[in-house]
């Protein structure tokens, strides 16, 4: 790719992926800790180690999703007391984490958050995950977080909610339609010199044909 540089000129920008190289020598790098016998990880934030984490998670016999999953965070955290619960904070693509581990409330992980949160709470296998409808974004940078299962069950929720509130809403614009109709018809009465509501129209025909059924019997009775 040409980079322009506006004091150097025209210069040539290497985009080469190098995902696969790095991976190599963070590997290497493990393996020669290994056997010189020194305990860690080169670095514990390397997909490298992460990759290591979520093997040993697999190994445990528990279901997991991605590699660095909120499944394996939780795993990692310490245990909560009553009264006394843990919380770890971390940015993911971008966006801020917040898992909590309560004994009274149990897990709850929040997913970032706006000037103007409208927030939703989705159960899941990892606890109760709270998702601001106003920060979708935030949301969307750590679907790669849970597994299969506990994003379907986001992604449902969230739909769910949607379409309920779509639903109220229409039934609002409806009631505001019923009453404003309702004023526009009291108001075209009064202008008209008061048309008959339809129960006292109902009172008036009911009342005309008491009076002919009278009529008719007083006929019946005279001859």
């Not at 800790?33 to 990759?51: H, N, T």
């Not at 109220?168 to 075209?188: H, Y």
Request: aromatic letters at 6%.
């Amino acid at each position: 790719m040409i980079y322009n540089d506006r004091y150097l000129g025209y210069q040539t920008w290497n985009t080469t992926n190098k995902t696969a190289e790095t991976l190599a020598k963070q590997m290497k790098s493990a393996s020669d800790r290994r056997k010189a016998g020194m305990d860690g990880e080169a670095d514990p934030d390397s997909f490298a180690a992460k990759l290591k984490r979520a093997d040993e998670y697999a190994a445990s016999g528990e279901h997991h999703g991605a590699e660095d999953s909120i499944a394996i965070v939780l795993r990692q955290m310490d245990e909560p007391t009553p009264g006394n619960p843990v919380t770890k904070d971390f940015w993911h693509n971008g966006a801020h984490v917040s898992v909590s581990k309560d004994v009274m409330y149990g897990n709850t992980i929040t997913i970032g958050g706006s000037s103007n949160p409208d927030w939703i709470y989705v159960d899941t296998s990892v606890g109760a995950v709270k998702i601001d409808l106003n920060d979708m974004t935030s949301l969307m940078k750590c679907l790669d977080l849970f597994s299969p299962e506990d994003l379907n069950a986001i992604l449902r929720k969230i739909q769910e909610v949607k379409q309920a509130r779509e639903a109220m809403n229409q039934i609002d614009r409806m009631q505001d339609e019923l009453v404003k109709n309702g004023r526009d018809s009291e108001k075209e009465g009064g202008e008209n010199g008061g048309e008959q509501s339809v129960g006292e129209a109902v009172g008036v025909v009911s009342a005309e044909e008491m009076r002919g059924i009278e009529e008719k019997r007083e006929k019946k009775f005279i001859g």
